[in-house]
Structures are given as C-alpha cells and as structure tokens.
C-alpha cells in the first residue's frame, strides 16, 4: 500500500479507536474500554484492501472498518489491538445511470459528497439522516440506518441494489445490481446491517431518485400524543408516504401537546394531493397549524449536530461536566402498541426517578423513540442504563425489536440473545463458516 497509507501516529490511532458512542449511554457496570489499534490502514481500491484482509486472516488480526466514525453504538471501536480499515479515501462515484436511476459508488463515499454529485445530474440520494456531512455509504448500509426522508424512500438497505465486499477470508463477493432477482439467497443482506462482522463493503449499486418538482413543509400542534398518533395513523392507512414525519412532545411533559413536522415532496400535483389529505386528517384531530417558518427552520437545520460533531470527534466520549446523563430509545412497535408502551414506558421511569424528558415517532406510527435523563454520579448513570435496560426487555414483550436506526454495535449486544432467541446462533454458524478466524469486527452484533 505504501507508508503513506498505513498510519501509526498516536494521535490518529487514538482518533480512530472510537466512534460517535457517548460516554453517557455506557452502563458502568458495562463499561467499554477501547485500545489503540496497531495501526490505521487507508486502502484506495478493492484489491488493497484484499491485500489487507489476507494478511490479517493469515496471522489472526482483527481488523476493524471505519467510515465516517459517526456510528452511536460503538460498533467501530476497537476492542483488542489490530487493524482499523479506514475507506474514506475510496470514494468515488463510478458510474450514474441515470435512466435507470441507479448509482455505483465506492463504500467510503460521504453521503452528503454523494448527494451534490448525484444533483448535478437532476438525481439525489433517497438516504437523508442527521449524519449526512459526516457518514460514509459504507457505514450506512452497515447499519441499515434511517434518515429524515425514510418515510417516502425506505432505510439505506432499502435503496441497495447490489454490494461489491471481501470476506474474511479474503474472497470478493459481487452482487448484482438489480431490481430483483429469484436465484437464491439475497447475500446484499450478509452487509445490510451487518457492521462489517461478515465482510469489508467496497462498493454499493444504490437505487436514487429525480430531485423533486416541488416540496412543501409544515408543523402542527396536537393538544395531546395521542391525538397526533391517531392523524400519523389515518396518513398510512390512506396511502400517503410523508417525506418528512418527525413527531413528540413539544415540551418536556408527556402530557402535554406534541408538534408534528410533516412534509411531502415529488410531482406539484402529486404534493398538493397528499397535502390536503394530510392537513384535512389533522385538523379533524385537533391539529393546529403553526407558522410555516418553523418547519422550513427544522428542515433546513436537520444536519447541524452532525457538523458539531465533525467538529469535534473526541467530545461524546468523555464524561459530561453538567452531571446530566441522558440516553435515546428507537424502538419498532406494531402500531397498534405504541401508546400502551409509550404508558408503560411514562410509568417506568417514574418507578425508577429516572426523567421521561420527550417522545415521538419518526417516519412511521412503528417507529417510537424517547428519551431518557438521570441526574448525578456515577450510581445515577448506572440508575439511568438499568431504566434504559428494563424499557428495551419492555420492548420484546410488546412485540418489538429493540433498534431501528443506528444498529447494535457494542451498546446493544447483551441484548441479542433476547432479541433473535434461537436464531441468533444461526448467524453465529453463518460467521463462524465465513470468518472462521473471528478477525471480522470481533465483539459486535452480539457475535
């Protein structure tokens, strides 16, 4: 590869050994310590990182993929000293279709980087989430992540149409990039949020979409949670798919009113359509519209964390000094339990002293998040994960599955066994046979 594309520097190891995982969400009974990889690789192609791959399998070195480090679980934090594979120099766009409304990019293309490219084109990216001027194509398929715009366009693994990737064992594996086939198993899914336990993700076919016609924005209060679920439900029960659904609490009292931002985007005709149906479903519940310049701020402020954080890498994970610690919940429901676990949920941590600070849904009535606040030491953080561990214990009860955004990492994997139940050593088998050296990413996904 050359010196200058394998780096030693203690400095950028220590970068490199953490993600975006806030000291704040880590259990102290549980706690997580990273160490100093080897060092950091910086491959420019497939076959580089092959090269990489095989060294590490032949003398049993973990290796480790990175790619925007904006990942909320830890899933690229290094666990024992080896190689982190860092893409982000692999990141052209090799080829737009644009009558097929397809894209080839390079797995360490940044998302953001990605978009304004496909703009020139009249195109753009389907993916939209909060990391979109940090994280990588790579890192998002990785994690199946979900983005602002998912409501109308699907998670990340729902726009991949094909994967170029390399085993463990050093095999390329290539897919191909189609709408549909039915000749097997689709093996997109072994990188789908996989988080690179099953292989190194190089390149993606991903489906895009025409920039649209017109878009249209807007907020409205609900006097109440329940009454803004009930207009979210009569939107997907009348066929309409928002691209912009972010619903909760507008203050910190569950009780209270909640604000929903609504959007639609596409063909005007198409727009102005939905946008009645919309409107005309939330003002039969209560809803008040609000002043359009709040939601145009929502919209054009949806990616600022995501640049505070870019800014400075190294700040979640040390201990805050407001001795506040908080944690978010992104749970999939059937819709038909989101409120009675949105009670429980009010209810438990009331038990516990731990505060229900907001709750809400995103893209869809399953989809529910919330959050959670201890104040205090040390004991208070270990308060706050006990409450955290008993909702998402909660969850299974309810019919849930724990996470739908950011994956599992090293925050979640504890909970796996609960999660999949006997299927979970059925993906054990299934790495065991591809990485029979366990080098791919040791210790995520509960594996």
């Not at 659904?245 to 009780?255: F, N, R, S, T, V």
Request: with cysteine.
């Amino acid at each position: 590869m050359g010196a200058a594309s394998v780096l030693t520097d203690p400095d950028e190891l220590d970068l490199h050994s953490w993600d975006a995982l806030s000291h704040g969400r880590i259990h102290p009974a549980h706690p997580i310590v990273p160490v100093q990889p080897l060092c950091v690789c910086t491959p420019a192609s497939t076959a580089e990182v092959q090269a990489v791959v095989d060294v590490a399998n032949r003398d049993r070195v973990p290796l480790v993929p990175y790619g925007g480090g904006s990942g909320l679980m830890g899933a690229a934090v290094s666990l024992t000293p080896g190689i982190v594979v860092d893409l982000r120099r692999m990141n052209a766009v090799l080829d737009i279709d644009a009558d097929s409304f397809t894209v080839r990019v390079q797995a360490g293309a940044v998302l953001e980087a990605l978009d304004t490219e496909l703009q020139r084109t009249g195109l753009m990216l389907g993916h939209d989430p909060w990391t979109l001027p940090v994280a990588t194509v790579g890192g998002a398929v990785s994690t199946n992540s979900l983005g602002y715009r998912g409501g109308k366009y699907g998670s990340m693994g729902n726009q991949v149409l094909g994967v170029e990737a390399v085993l463990p064992q050093g095999q390329v594996c290539r897919t191909r990039g189609v709408a549909k086939s039915s000749t097997g198993i689709n093996l997109n899914h072994l990188f789908i949020g996989g988080e690179g336990c099953f292989g190194i993700l190089t390149e993606a076919t991903l489906r895009v979409f025409p920039v649209p016609e017109a878009r249209t924005l807007h907020a409205v209060r609900f006097p109440s949670f329940d009454r803004g679920f009930d207009a979210v439900r009569a939107f997907f029960a009348a066929g309409l798919r928002p691209v912009l659904l972010d619903y909760g609490d507008e203050a910190e009292d569950p009780g209270g009113p909640s604000v929903l931002y609504l959007g639609f985007e596409g063909k005007a005709e198409v727009v102005a359509a939905e946008e009645a149906v919309a409107l005309k479903a939330c003002l039969e519940r209560q809803g008040e519209r609000l002043d359009p310049d709040r939601a145009q701020r929502f919209w054009r402020e949806r990616h600022a964390s995501a640049r505070r954080f870019a800014a400075n890498r190294r700040e979640r994970r040390r201990p805050g000094e407001s001795g506040v610690h908080q944690d978010w919940v992104h749970v999939a429901l059937p819709a038909s339990r989101v409120l009675a676990f949105r009670k429980e949920a009010i209810a438990m941590a009331a038990e516990r002293g731990v505060r229900f600070r907001e709750s809400g849904l995103w893209t869809g009535p399953e989809l529910f998040s919330l959050r959670l606040s201890r104040e205090g030491g040390e004991g208070a953080r270990a308060e706050l994960g006990d409450a955290v561990s008993a909702l998402l214990r909660a969850v299974h009860r309810f019919g849930g599955s724990v996470e739908y955004c950011h994956g599992v990492g090293l925050k979640l994997a504890p909970l796996m066994d609960r999660e999949h139940g006997d299927t979970l050593e059925a993906m054990r088998s299934l790495k065991r046979c591809l990485d029979p050296n366990g080098i791919m990413n040791p210790g995520k996904l509960g594996l």
